[in-house]
C-alpha cells in the first residue's frame, strides 16, 4: 500500500474515531476523552453551571417537561444573573431532549460544602394531584443543606417563589419520598437533641404544601431514643412507596438494611399502645413487615420494588410463577477502589416477613480499567420513575466513572447489562484525589455519573457529581426493543 493511500485511509476514518459515540478501541486509547457507547446514545447536554449534581426528577407542566435538579454544597457564578451562588436547585426545560434550556438556579444553603450544603434532594407534585394543593400550582419539596426542608411555589419554573418550611434546625436530612396523590412525605431528617440515635424518618402531611402537619417519628429499631441496641443501625438514606408498602433503606456503602413497612400501620400507630406513635420498639414493629440486614461491606442506598414479576423460567412450574423483589444499590463512597466492590443486589421479597437476595449484577471492573481511571467506580442508585416503558423489564443504574448502565431484568436471577454510557470529561469537569503514597495528593480528571432518571417518554437522564453537567440519552439497537415503547400507528 502507498503512502499516499494510507494517508486517504486514515483522513477517511478520522470521522468515525471522533464521531462522539465512543467504540471499545477507542476508550482503549483515552478513556475519558471521549463517550463511551453500547446501544444508548447521548442526544442533549446541559452543564448546569458546572455544579455537582445529585437528584434529577422531571415534571409535565403547562404543556412542559421540566428538570428538577439538586446540588451538592459549593457555590458557582451563575450566568443568568452574574453572581455567585451558594448551589442549590436546577431548572431545565426539557421538552426537547436535543436542546435543553436552563431557565433558574434557586440557591441553596451556603453552609457547608458536599452534602451538608446545597439542596442535593428534590421532589415535585402537581396542584392537582394533592388533595388540597391549588390545581393551578406545582410545588417543589427539597432539602436545604443539613438544615431543613423548605416547598416552593414552581408554577412558573423561571420565577420560584417560598411556601413553607417543613422543617428547621436539622442536624442532617437526606432523601424525601412524596406522595402526590395523597400528600404523605416521608421526611428524611435527624435533629440530634430528640434523642433518636441516627437519622429516620418524619413523617408529614403535605397534602395542602403551605401548611405541614406533622404525623410521626419512625426508624429501624436501635434508632429509636433509649435503645441499647449495638451496633446503632446504619442512618437512613431513603423511602420509595408502592400500593400499601414502604421500602426504606439505611446505609449506603455497609452494614446496610432493607425495611418493608405496612404504610396503613405506619400511618395510624399501634391501637395497642397507650401512644400509638411513640418512638419505641413495640411501635416500630408494629408497622415492619420485613427487614433484611446486609453483610457488612455492603449498603442500602436505592431501594426500588418490582412487584408481580413474571419469571420466564418458571412459566410451566405450578407454583412460584410470579414474584415480587427490591432492588436493592450499594453505594461506592472512595476514589480509586479503596473499598468493597460496591454493586446491586436483588432481594426476592414474595414472603415480606423473609427478604432473601437471589442474585446481583456489576461491571466487571477489566471492561475498562474503572480502579485506575480516578474516582469512584461501583453502584450508586437506579431510576426511580415506574414507567411502565421501562418498568420490570429494564433497570438504569448510576455507577460514577462507568456512567450508566441499561440492565434487564426480565429475569431477576440472572439480570444482565445491555447498555451503557459513559461521558466525555468536560473542560468543567473537576477532579478526584487520592492520597499519594510519598505524601500529598494524587488526582485525576473523571466523571462521576451520580444519579439517573427516566421520563415518561423514555428519555433516560445522568447527572455528574464532577460538575460535568446532565446528560440526555436515549436506548437504540437490541436494547430499545426490550422496552415497552408505545407503538407508532401505521402510515
Known amino acids: 500500500m502507498t503512502r499516499l493511500r494510507m494517508m486517504i485511509l486514515c483522513l477517511a476514518f478520522a470521522p468515525a474515531l471522533w464521531s462522539g459515540e ?50 451538592h454544597g459549593g457555590t458557582a457564578v451563575n ?21 435543553p434550556r436552563y431557565l433558574h438556579h434557586i440557591p441553596g444553603s451556603a453552609e457547608g460544602a458536599g452534602e451538608a450544603g446545597g439542596a442535593q434532594m428534590v421532589r415535585v407534585c ?17 432539602t436545604l443543606g443539613n438544615q431543613g426542608h423548605e416547598v416552593l411555589d414552581v408554577t412558573d ?46 413523617i408529614f402531611d403535605l397534602s395542602d404544601p403551605a401548611h405541614p402537619r406533622f404525623i410521626r417519628d419512625f426508624g429501624a429499631v436501635g434508632q429509636e431514643p433509649g435503645s441499647k441496641i449495638e451496633p446503632v443501625p446504619q442512618p437512613l438514606h431513603g423511602p420509595i412507596r408502592v400500593g400499601n408498602r414502604v421500602y426504606f433503606g439505611y446505609g449506603t456503602g455497609g452494614s446496610g438494611t432493607l425495611q418493608i413497612v405496612d404504610r396503613e400501620k405506619l400511618l395510624k400507630g399501634n391501637p395497642a399502645s397507650p401512644d400509638p406513635f411513640a418512638p419505641t420498639a413495640e411501635n416500630i414493629l408494629y408497622a415492619q413487615l420485613g427487614r ?5 461491606p455492603v449498603g442500602s442506598h436505592t431501594t426500588f420494588p418490582v412487584l408481580g414479576m413474571e419469571i420466564p423460567e418458571f412459566a410451566k412450574s405450578q407454583k412460584g410463577k410470579t414474584g415480587d423483589f427490591v432492588i436493592m444499590v450499594n453505594e461506592s463512597t472512595q476514589n480509586e477502589c479503596r473499598e468493597y466492590r460496591q454493586m446491586v443486589f436483588f432481594v426476592d421479597i414474595t414472603a415480606e416477613s423473609k427478604p432473601f437476595t437471589i442474585s446481583n ?14 474516582g469512584r467506580f461501583g453502584a450508586h442508585a437506579s431510576n426511580e420513575s415506574f414507567t411502565p416503558i421501562y418498568y420490570k423489564r429494564i433497570v438504569f443504574i448510576s455507577y460514577f466513572n462507568a456512567g450508566v448502565r441499561a440492565v434487564d431484568i426480565r429475569d431477576p436471577y440472572r439480570p444482565k447489562e445491555v447498555a451503557y454510557y459513559i461521558p466525555a470529561i468536560t473542560e468543567k469537569t473537576d477532579k478526584r484525589c487520592v492520597p499519594a503514597p510519598g505524601g500529598g495528593e494524587s488526582c485525576k480528571v473523571a466523571i462521576q455519573t451520580n444519579n439517573v432518571e427516566v421520563d415518561d417518554r423514555g428519555y433516560v437522564y445522568i447527572v455528574d457529581r464532577a460538575n460535568t453537567g446532565m446528560h440526555i440519552l436515549e436506548l437504540t439497537g437490541a436494547a430499545r426493543k426490550i ?9
Open 361 to 374: 449484577f456489576q461491571v466487571p471492573e477489566a471492561s475498562g480499567n474503572f480502579c485506575s481511571r480516578g
Open 483 to 491: 422496552a415497552n415503547f408505545p407503538r407508532q400507528p401505521a402510515s
Open 126 to 142: 402537581a396542584g392537582k394531584e394533592l388533595p388540597k394543593g391549588d390545581p393551578n400550582k406545582t410545588y417543589l419539596l427539597r
Open 22 to 71: 465512543g467504540t471499545a478501541a477507542q476508550s482503549r486509547r483515552a478513556p475519558g476523552k471521549t463517550p463511551e457507547a453500547k446501544d444508548m446514545k447521548l442526544l442533549g447536554t446541559d452543564d448546569l453551571q458546572a455544579r455537582s449534581a445529585y437528584q434529577p426528577v422531571i415534571q409535565q407542566q403547562g404543556g412542559r417537561l421540566i428538570a428538577y435538579i439538586g446540588h
Open 157 to 202: 419554573p423561571s420565577n420560584p417563589t417560598p411556601v413553607s418550611t417543613v422543617l428547621s434546625g436539622l442536624t442532617s436530612t437526606h432523601k424525601n419520598w412524596w406522595e402526590c396523590d395523597t400528600g404523605i412525605a416521608y421526611i428524611v431528617a435527624h435533629k440530634k437533641e430528640e434523642g433518636w440515635r441516627s437519622r429516620g424518618a418524619k
Open 79 to 99: 450566568p443568568l444573573t452574574g453572581k455567585m451562588e451558594p448551589n442549590g436547585t436546577s431548572v431545565v426545560d426539557v421538552t426537547d431532549p436535543r436542546k
Open 292 to 296: 433484611l440486614d446486609a453483610y457488612p
